[in-house]
């Protein structure tokens, strides 16, 4: 594991420090694996972490964790301000995974991009879990055939991954069927505390530096059943903000693209109120919207047809794309 800024085989740079670093700045082996046990692999997590959390960790101290700081300090390369010149320079490592259609990555300048989250939401038969069995594979493809060469993880809240599908899309890409699935890890998350549990530990295998996107399908649907009414609705929104401000850290320390399929809710109100409006909301509130970087919005068009559109985005316009749903995964209507 690097101690630095590394180039990889590809000329891509990596900025992922191992935390048994840390022992060249004071810190004992027994302290970095408590840290470890606590889910934190890398010297950039124990940066982002709060020293109120440190402290939960046992037999950490405030003079311990002040020491872990200062150690943090002197392992990375940077923990200030940098120019937006350098920032340009670092986001050129950024790549994006195509989603199978060619429409579709026309409205996202080629894919979803890395070191962000992206949300697709919308109702039931709209191609969401396609759309991720289908990028599952395209991660696993080469960069110039919209792939990242990576591995993937998923964290299955609803019970619908299919291996199955899985092998049928690998065999429209050329891909071995078996050789695909084996690059995909896949974890049922069984309530809300265990999926973000399951996240956390994804830590370990993100360092490693072979994993290129991570999906969760749903993000929603165990905090929806966990947490009911409006007297537990602040609780829920703290902890879901948590949880994904802990996905956007991993995003971007581990260069990997985070897709979150988010379901729905309807809101009858709103076509009373403004004529045309959709009363279709996604889950999740502003916390989940403001946490979402690329926030995609599907429904059901003519025929066979399904539409996407960009709501929100710093770099893509509003627009929409047409797609529909093969054997092979998410194509274009003129594949049908």
């Keep these: 594991m690097p101690a630095s800024v590394v180039s990889s085989d590809d000329g891509e740079e990596s900025t992922i420090v191992d935390i048994d670093q840390l022992q060249a700045h004071g810190i004992g082996q027994a302290d970095i694996l408590k840290m470890k046990s606590s889910g934190l692999y890398t010297v950039a997590s124990v940066h982002a972490l709060h020293s109120k959390q440190l402290l939960k960790i046992r037999g950490f101290s405030e003079v311990k964790v002040d020491k872990v700081r200062e150690a943090v300090k002197k392992s990375l390369v940077d923990t200030g301000f940098i120019t937006s010149a350098e920032l340009l320079q670092r986001r050129k490592r950024c790549f994006r995974i195509s989603t199978g259609s060619k429409q579709w990555d026309s409205i996202l300048a080629g894919g979803f991009q890395s070191c ?117 609705l602040a609780d829920r929104q703290q902890r879901l903000g948590q949880h994904l401000k802990h996905m956007t850290l991993m995003a971007e320390e581990f260069n990997v693209t985070i897709m979150l ?76």
């Design 261 to 336: 399929v988010n379901q729905v809710q309807s809101d009858p109100g709103a076509s009373a109120l403004f004529a045309g409006a959709d009363g279709r909301k996604p889950l999740g509130g502003h916390v989940l919207g403001h946490a979402s970087t690329t926030r995609i919005l599907l429904r059901k068009g003519r025929g066979e047809e399904r539409v996407a559109k960009v709501i929100d985005s710093p770099d893509c316009a509003e627009k929409e794309a047409t797609y529909i749903i093969t054997t092979g995964g998410i194509n274009d209507p003129d594949k049908a």
């Design 116 to 232: 962000s989250i992206n949300e697709v939401y919308g109702e039931f038969r709209c191609g969401k879990t396609q759309l991720v069995h289908t990028m599952a594979v395209m991660a696993q493809l080469p960069k110039d055939q919209g792939g990242a060469e990576g591995r993937v993880a998923v964290i299955d809240s609803e019970g619908t991954w299919r291996p199955e599908r899985i092998a049928q899309i690998a065999e429209r890409f050329g891909v071995d069927p078996e050789l695909a699935n084996e690059n995909i890890v896949v974890g049922r998350a069984l309530n809300s505390e265990h999926q973000h549990e399951l996240v956390c530990g994804l830590s370990e295998r993100f360092a490693t530096g072979e994993y290129r996107l991570l999906i969760v399908d749903s993000i929603m649907c165990n905090w929806r059943t966990d947490y009911t009414g409006r007297g537990e």
